[in-house]
Structures are given as C-alpha cells and as structure tokens.
C-alpha cells in the first residue's frame, strides 16, 4: 500500500489532512485553507453589517472570534465544502432524510468525510477497495465491502457526522495500481499515540538491556550473566530466609527458657507440656547454634563458587 498518499497527524492540521488524504496529493496547505476561511469571515461580516453596522448584533460579531478557522489549526465544515468547490466537489450529509430516500448503497460511493468535534478523516475507496485514511493512524487501514455499512453505521452512533464526496475525484497512482491488483492487510495500523508509547517501551527495554551489559563488562554473554544473578538472587533470598528462622528459634528459646523460670510473665500463654530441664534446652542451644554455624558455612561456599564461576565467564567472554 506504499502508492497510498496518507498525511499523519500533525498538530491539529486534520482537515488540511482530510482533504489531502481524499484527492491523494499535497494540494492544500494551511495558508490555503486560512485564506479561504478568512473569505468567509468576510462574506459573514458583510452579512451582518446589512442589518447596520451600529447594531448590537454587528458589534456582537466583530469581537466574536473565527467560526471557520482558530490557531490550533482547525477549520470549519464550511472550508473544508468550499476548497472541495475548487474540484467540483460536492458534500451531502450522509444521514440527511434527501439522502437516505435515494437507498443508496454505500459501497456503490467513491469517499466519506467522517467528522467528531473537531476532527476530519477520510474513507476513501481506491481501484475497488475502501481505506480508512485516518490521520490519526499509522497507515491505511483496509475496509472489506462488508464491514463499510456497519463501520459508517459505528461512526454514527459514536456522534459522528458522515458526509457524501459527490463528483469526479482527480485522477491518482493509487486508484490506478489498485484497479489492477487487490491488496492483504494482515496487521491493522495502530493509532499513532500507541506507536509512540509502543517505540518509548522498546526504547526503555533497550536501555535497561545496555545496563546489564555495561555491568557485565560489555560481554554479551546475557544469558548465562543472567543464570548467575537468577542464582545470587537465589542465595540472597536464603540468607534472608535463614535470618528469619533464626530469629523465630532465637524467639523460641527464649520462651523456653522463661518456661523453665518460676517469673512468666502473664501476657505469654503457656502451653502444657512445653517446660524443659536445664540439661534438655543446653543440648537443644548448642544444636542450634551447630546448625546455624554449618548453614553459614555453606552459604559462604557456594556464593564463592559463583563469583568465582562468574569470574571465568567474563574472563572467556574477553578473551574471545
């Protein structure tokens, strides 16, 4: 679909945009489109100054600003009608009652303008397939001739307004390639605010990917630097496992030990049979204090012989 002309959004130019993405060319720009807006803004005053130009009325409208055009870049209905003159062009309200009595079927149509608040696209058909040719997307999308009536009809009940492109549009490439050949689309364009926060994600995922390497002295070897930090983690959770359950033998010792005491303090609940002999708690401290000993000893063990092994791999990576 590369012969396809489609401007993407900028600012809030969608109208210079509609009209571009309908005649498929660079043909008006935003000084065209003012200039025809400033036109109308004269005929209006010109209007309105016939009913006296000391009336409140024609006071009221010369500190009124633009119906037809504002700094953002919008412009009206009605300049939009009026550039589409310059090309013999005609819009027909879509939903209008002179419309819909004439049962027209909307694929038998060459292009739609769609309109919501303040913003224009269009559906265009180009050789014998419709596109949605939304500024607001990445690309063209493709319509199927039956999906178009029920995607005009969601449009409408989203608050659109659809109107009907009357008269010969200008000849184009694209309507040319396209009476010859149909095109697949298999992935759908994305809106462009998605693309965007698609290429920002990818752009942070890279990121934290060159840190890693940069901690790995620039190695690439990611996946088995990841195997050693996965194991580290590992043995840092441990340790902090084996803090815990120290803490809870150390807690329970302790209560042993005042069970064994005559001076139990009131608020610690006693459970029946839980009293040791002086001999019995030694044996089970000293068990204790055996198993964290040995359990240390391990841990210590084992987290040398990953950085050491972590070591040889970054050796290798360098030497190689």
């Known amino acids: 679909m590369e012969s396809i002309f489609h401007e993407k959004q900028e600012g809030s130019l969608c109208a210079q945009h509609c009209l571009n993405n309908l005649l ?35 006071r009221t409208f010369l500190q009124q600003p633009s119906g037809n055009m504002d700094d953002s870049g919008f412009f009206s209905i009605q300049v939009i009608s009026n550039a589409l003159k310059v090309w013999g062009l005609e819009l027909i309200l879509f939903n209008s009652p002179e419309y819909q009595r004439l049962r027209i079927d909307p694929i038998n149509e060459r292009s739609f303008i769609c309109n919501y608040k303040e913003h224009w696209f269009t559906v265009r058909k180009l050789g014998k397939q ?42 184009c490439e694209a309507d040319q390639l396209l009476q010859m050949i149909r095109v697949q689309q298999m992935h759908r364009p ?16 890279k990121t934290d990917l060159e840190r890693v390497l940069e901690a790995n002295d620039g190695s690439g070897m990611l996946d088995e630097d990841e195997e050693d930090l996965q194991r580290a983690l590992a043995l840092s959770r441990q340790e902090i496992d084996m803090e815990d359950e120290e803490a809870d033998l150390r807690r329970a010792i302790q209560l042993s030990m005042q069970g064994s005491s005559r001076n139990v303090s009131q608020d610690i609940p006693q459970t029946s049979g839980t009293h040791l002999t002086s001999e019995e708690l030694r044996k ?33 990576c360098a030497s190689w």
């Open 24 to 58: 498929q060319g660079e043909y008006f720009s935003p000084v065209e489109l003012s200039s025809i807006a400033h036109q109308l803004d004269e005929e209006e005053r010109m209007r309105m100054a016939e009913g006296g130009v000391t009336s409140e009325d024609y």
């Open 130 to 171: 419709w596109f949605n040719l939304n500024s607001l997307l990445t690309g063209p999308e493709l319509i199927s001739d039956t999906y178009l009536a029920l995607f005009l009809a969601q449009l409408q009940q989203e608050g659109y307004s659809i109107f009907v492109v009357k008269g010969d549009l200008p000849d």
């Open 190 to 205: 994305k809106l462009i605010g998605e693309e965007l926060a698609q290429l920002k994600e990818q752009r942070v995922q």
């Open 284 to 316: 089970r401290r000293e068990a204790y204090f055996e198993k964290v000993k040995e359990t240390q000893s391990n841990v210590s063990h084992q987290t040398k012989m990953e950085l050491d092994q972590s070591k040889n791999n970054a050796f290798g």
